[in-house]
């Protein structure tokens, strides 16, 4: 799979995964490949650089520069508040959050707000069984 950074002639950016660049061609040229905001389909890649994983950063060097629209800045930093004032008022629990969340739900721990991680099965499950879950969205420069 590869993910290529798109922009649409009416200048906005986005991006998309394809299983490969004869792929991304294949769909462009066909005209499946649209822009989620105006939905032209005079779309090409943008100049993007690469995400190099493992190193070290040399003293002072941040992580890499994401560059976005007013819009998507707005709801970047929306999610960052949300999860600042999440993490502020609840108890992490890990790996032990199916667990722990569930016994909540059964009145067999006392009942307070609780933050952890669950496998997409294990939220299935809590789910299932009326347990309230919500998945917290990973903000791009944490998911490497």
């Not at 490949?33 to 060097?61: F, H, L, Q, W, Y």
């Not at 009145?107 to 998945?135: K, W």
Request: hydrophobic fraction near 40%.
């Amino acid at each position: 799979m590869i993910k290529y950074a798109l922009g649409c002639a009416e200048g906005h950016a986005f991006e998309s995964w394809f299983p490969d660049s004869a792929a991304y061609e294949k769909q462009r040229k066909r005209g499946l490949v649209a822009c989620p905001e105006c939905n032209s389909t005079e779309v090409d890649k943008a100049i993007m650089a690469p995400a190099v994983v493992g190193g070290e950063r040399a003293a002072g060097e941040s992580g890499p520069e994401i560059v976005v629209d007013g819009r998507r800045r707005q709801a970047r930093e929306f999610f960052t508040r949300m999860r600042r004032e999440i993490e502020a008022n609840t108890d992490d629990v890990g790996s032990k959050f199916p667990q722990v969340a569930r016994a909540i739900h059964l009145g067999e721990e006392p009942e307070r707000a609780i933050r952890g991680r669950a496998t997409l099965e294990e939220a299935r499950s809590l789910a299932e069984d009326g347990v309230g879950v919500f998945p917290l969205p990973m903000l791009e420069d944490e998911l490497n």
